[in-house]
């Protein structure tokens, strides 16, 4: 069971980024699969989820209308679509999954990827 995240990359800030999870060993549809992120010297902090049925979570309110996700059954893979970044959207950026879209993501590593790197500049 892996998950493995890509498209991290460096943007200049109102740019468009789009970020990949894929997995492999299991079917990303049969799980809620989310995002969070970790700066440097930050706590982690959850980006947003989309459920099996396909409703989304926004963990913090500073990216409604900027991030949005979308699902790719048939890929088996999710996207996170980051619209207009900030250079305070600089993090690595992790795909979970969980058994629903909750308070918070899960503390267990397994249910993570390793994470790709976004930087953003002014």
């Known amino acids: 069971v892996q998950i493995v995240e890509s498209g991290g990359d460096s943007v200049q800030a109102g740019g468009s980024l789009r970020l990949s999870c894929a997995a492999s060993g299991f079917t990303l549809a049969d799980f809620a699969i989310g995002w969070f992120r970790q700066a440097p010297g930050k706590e982690r902090e959850g980006v947003l989820c989309?459920?099996?049925?396909?409703?989304?979570?926004y963990y913090t309110d500073s990216m409604k209308g900027r991030f949005a996700i979308s699902r790719d059954n048939a890929k088996n893979t999710v996207s996170l679509l980051m619209n207009n970044p900030k250079p305070e959207d600089t993090a690595v950026y992790y795909c979970?999954?969980?058994?629903?879209?909750?308070?918070?993501?899960?503390?267990?590593?397994?249910?993570w990827g390793k994470g790709t790197l976004v930087t953003v500049s002014s």
């Open positions: 989309i459920s099996t049925r396909g409703d989304i979570t």
């Open positions: 979970f999954r969980d058994y629903g879209c909750y308070a918070e993501p899960p503390d267990m590593e397994e249910y």
